[in-house]
């Protein structure tokens, strides 16, 4: 099946910093999703990205899909961006395949 | 719109009992699914629903039913729970297509078995 690669597995930031989370996968899809989970264990959407350039705030994603990758940009940095980040792809099955995450903290 | 709601938020069991988790969505999304996620771990899929009265197998299915009798709901049972089944678990549901579309989780529910 696919395999689905997040880098770096934690990332520790201070506070205003920026940041970039990598997602690569291993074989053709159809969709992508990035995910954060907070520390009180909630998913909350951040992009629905299968191909293309998004941007909400201080967040933006690209996903280039015939390169088999997706980008996650934090700008700005604040506590409240602490958490795990998640990409899931779907490999035109009916379900995701979720990446392992990258762990973020934020610094005050 | 409540979206994608989970009862119950919180279980303990002991090995061997049985429990039913509900998961209800009030978006008219064709599409179901039940994760479980472990410590420091993604999510694994257990079982899905393309629609009502069908459901389908994920990666993780052993010790697991479910059941989509409605649309809006969708049940998972553990008929014999076992240790190995501590885990959170997350419902969500989309929308059809050709493709799966945009998921929407639900808030969790810890279970623990002792």
């Known amino acids: 099946g696919i395999q689905v690669e997040q880098s770096p597995p934690d990332l520790i930031l201070q506070e205003g910093a920026n940041s970039t989370l990598r997602c690569n996968f291993s074989?053709?899809?159809?969709?992508l999703q990035w995910f954060h989970q907070n520390p009180w264990g909630q998913l909350i959407n951040l992009f629905y990205?299968?191909?293309g350039t998004k941007q909400n705030g201080r967040l933006s994603a690209t996903t280039v899909a015939t390169e088999r990758y997706s980008l996650l940009y934090i700008s700005s940095s604040q506590t409240t961006d602490s958490g795990v980040y998640f990409c899931?792809?779907?490999?035109?099955?009916?379900?995701?395949?979720f990446g392992p995450g990258t762990r973020l903290s934020v610094l005050p | 719109n409540a979206g994608v709601t989970q009862t119950p938020k919180f279980r303990v069991l002991k090995t061997g009992q049985s429990m039913t988790l509900l998961c209800a969505q009030d978006?008219?999304?064709?599409?179901m699914y039940w994760y479980r996620q472990d410590p420091g771990m993604g999510l694994r899929l257990i079982h899905y629903?393309?629609?009502?009265?069908?459901?389908a197998k994920g990666e993780v299915p052993d010790g697991y039913n479910v059941s989509r009798l409605k649309k809006q709901n969708f049940l998972l049972g553990l008929e014999s729970a076992a240790p190995s089944q501590t885990s959170v678990y997350f419902c969500?549901?989309?929308?059809?297509?050709?493709?799966?579309?945009?998921?929407?989780f639900g808030p969790g529910t810890r279970l623990t078995v002792l």
């Open positions: 969500a549901s989309s929308p059809p297509g050709l493709a799966v579309n945009e998921q929407f």
């Open positions: 074989d053709s899809v159809n969709n």
């Open positions: 990205i299968p191909s």
């Open positions: 899931a792809v779907d490999n035109y099955g009916q379900n995701f395949v």
């Open positions: 978006m008219n999304h064709e599409y």
């Open positions: 629903s393309v629609g009502e009265g069908t459901t």
